[in-house]
Every structure is written in structure tokens, then in C-alpha cells.
DNA sequence: GACCAGGTCCTTG
DNA sequence: CAAGGACATGGT
């Protein structure tokens, strides 16, 4: 399933602070609308968890706006913020943490799920951790893979090359994939073609 | 106008 | 534990 139809992809290029942001906005969210955002926080200086943490929330929620959601994730960016800075006291301490404890504290910040917890750790922080989302759930259950997320996750772990920046490539390729060609949510309609080559 | 987007949390049964 | 609703703007 080598699928470089769709070359490399780049995906959060920006820095580990960029990628977290960028986590949460793109929630339930397309990313165009999360760039649109991560622009205008650059150009107030506000995409580093310092600046988020200190920033008032009215102006925060303002400027995330075209991601939706807004409100709930003014909260969750604030709540990332603070415990970034209060845990490690920056990202400069945060990096040095082993993948699997980073992974247990994420999960425990307010708003941040499996699938936000592992994109900040394969994009953001370079460890090898599979990104399971909605997209490559359905697929998966396409091909008749009906797990649950965290099965799928060690499944793909177990039978990828431990590389961050291949999961990186695998999973946006997913993502891709999927877009052309599932249906909505429906997987009787789906029009994937078969998986090989 | 209807439907959906690279989820997560909270409430119910 | 599974299912359903809430959160909200922007694009097709």
C-alpha cells in the first residue's frame, strides 16, 4: 500500500508550539480555517503557550473565531498553556520527557483526546506515535478492520517501521485517501478501490 | 437551506 | 460501556 500518489506531504511544518496550537483549533474543523487562525495569532505574537497563557481571553477567542468552536477552544488552548508552563515551565523541558510519559499528562489536560494527544506527539514533538483519527477508523472498518482507535493504534505501530516521520507520511496519506474517496460517514457508499499497489 | 469538517466532554440509559 | 447532544464558524 504504497500510495506516493500524493508525494510528500507537509504537514505542520511550524514549531512544537505551532503544532499544539494547531492540534486543537483543527478539531472537528477543516484546516483551512485553522491556518486562517494560526495567522492571525502570528501576527499578534500569540503562537507560544507563554503568549497564550498570558493573553486575555476575549481577545483569544476573537482571533480563533473562523475555526469554530471558539469558546471551547479558547479553554482548551488556555488549559494546555498553563499546564505546559506549569508542569515543565516550557517546551525546552517538556522535550526531554519520554514519549509514553508526555502521551499520560496530554491525556489528562482538559481538551486533549487520543487523537490530539498523538498528533502533538508524532508532529510536534518527532516521536513515533500513530495518529489514529475518524478518516482512518473508517477506512480501516472499509477494509473490515472493526477495532476500536487504540487497537488500530498498536496495530500500526506494530507493523510500521518505528519512525516518526514515516507515521507522519502514512497517516496524511490516509487522510487524503479518505477525502477522495469515502462517502460521508457511510461505508456502504464508499468508493475506495481496492488496497494494493 | 442543509450538511459537514484531521474531536472531546458531559449526561443518560 | 454505548449513544446522543453540545460546542460554532465557514465552505459546498
Known amino acids: 500500500m504504497l500510495k506516493r500518489k500524493y508525494g510528500k506531504i507537509e ?11 494547531g492540534a486543537i ?28 497563557d498570558s493573553t486575555e481571553w476575549n481577545n483569544l ?13 479558547a479553554a482548551r488552548l488556555k488549559s494546555l498553556a498553563s499546564h505546559v508552563l506549569e508542569r515543565y515551565g516550557g517546551i525546552e523541558r517538556m522535550a526531554q520527557q519520554s514519549t509514553n510519559n508526555l502521551r499520560e499528562n496530554l491525556l489528562g489536560v482538559y481538551g486533549i483526546g ?24 473508517q477506512i480501516c472498518r472499509c477494509a473490515g478492520a472493526t477495532m476500536e482507535s487504540s487497537a488500530l493504534k498498536t496495530e500500526f505501530e506494530k507493523v510500521l517501521p518505528q519512525d516518526f516521520a514515516v507515521y507522519q ?22 468508493k475506495i478501490p481496492t488496497l494494493n499497489g
Not at 477567542?61 to 477552544?73: A, C, M, P
Not at 510536534?124 to 482512518?136: E, H, K, L, N, Q
Not at 502514512?170 to 457508499?189: F, L, M, P, S
Open 11 to 21: 504537514w505542520w511544518r511550524g514549531t512544537t508550539d505551532e503544532v499544539m496550537i
Open 169 to 190: 507520511q502514512v497517516h496524511a496519506h490516509i487522510v487524503e485517501y479518505a477525502k477522495e474517496y469515502c462517502v460521508k460517514k457511510r461505508c456502504n457508499e464508499c
Open 114 to 137: 487520543e487523537e490530539t494527544a498523538d498528533s502533538i506527539l508524532c508532529y510536534g514533538f518527532s516521536r513515533p506515535c500513530f495518529v489514529i483519527d475518524a478518516y482512518t477508523k
Open 61 to 73: 477567542e476573537k482571533t480563533i473565531k473562523s475555526t469554530g468552536f471558539y469558546r471551547i477552544k
Open 25 to 52: 483549533l483543527t478539531q472537528q474543523t477543516r484546516w483551512e480555517n485553522v491556518e486562517k487562525a494560526i495567522h492571525r495569532l502570528r501576527k499578534q505574537n500569540l503562537c507560544s503557550m507563554a503568549a497564550i
